[in-house]
C-alpha cells in the first residue's frame, strides 16, 4: 500500500494532463474522495492532503465517518442506490446526493428534506440491464415530473461507465452523458439548472475528465 499522500499526488498530475488535453483547468473539476472501504484513518489522511468532498455509500457508513471526522469543513456525497426507506436517515445529513433514479425517491425525498437537496440523476447511458438509472429516452419525462417538487434542484447527472469495457465504449458513454446535461441545461428549468456532471472513479476518472466531467469520485486510487 502507497501513502495517500504518493497515491493523491499520482492522482493530481493524471488530473492535470487530461485537464490539459481538454484545455480546462483545475478548478473545473471536483474530487470526491470515495471513503467507503476504508477507515476514518484513511480518510483523515485524504483530509490532510485538502480534499474536502468525501462520498459513501451506506447510511451507517456515512452516519459513522461524519461522527469520527466531526469537521464542519467537510462536503458530503451519497453514491450509490439508496432504499427509500432510507431516506429520512440520510438526506439532511448530506450535501449532494448522486442517485436520484425513480420517482418514488423523489416523493420520499420531498417529504423528508427540511433544505433544498442538490441531486444528481442517475442515468444508465449503456443499457444494461444489472445497473440503475434512469435510461436516455425515459430522461426528460422523469426530469419533468420532478418540477412538482421544491426540496429537489437537479445539480446535473451522474452515470458509471461499463466495467472492463474498452476506452472507446467508455468515452462514448461519458460523452453522451455529457450530450444529456447540456440538452438539459439549455431548457433554463429553474428546477434543474443541470450544469455539472458526475462521472469518473478510479479506472477512468482521465477520460471522464476528457469528457467533461466536473466531479469525479475515486476511492480505490486513493487507498491503494
Ligand atoms: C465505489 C464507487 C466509486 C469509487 O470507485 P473506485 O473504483 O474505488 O474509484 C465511485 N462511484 C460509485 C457510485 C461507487 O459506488
Partial sequence: MNSVKVNSQKIEQMLNLSLEASSRKRSDVQVIVVTK???????????????????????????????????????????????????????????????????????????????VVSCFIQVNVTGEETKSGVSPDQLDDFINSLSQFSKIKIVGLMTMAPLNAEEAVIRSAFAQLKKLQESIKDKALPYAPCTELSMGMSKDYTIAVEEGATFVRIGTSFFE
Fill in 37 to 115: 472501504k476504508v477507515s476514518s484513518e484513511q480518510a483523515m489522511a485524504a483530509i490532510e492532503e485538502g480534499y474536502m468532498h468525501l462520498a459513501e455509500n451506506r447510511p451507517e457508513g456515512l452516519e459513522l465517518k461524519q461522527k469520527e471526522l466531526n469537521d464542519k469543513r467537510l462536503v458530503w456525497h451519497f453514491i450509490g442506490n439508496l432504499q427509500t426507506r432510507k431516506v429520512k436517515k440520510v438526506i439532511n445529513k448530506i450535501d449532494y446526493f448522486h442517485a436520484l433514479d425513480r420517482l418514488p425517491l423523489a416523493e420520499e425525498i420531498e417529504k423528508r428534506a427540511l433544505n
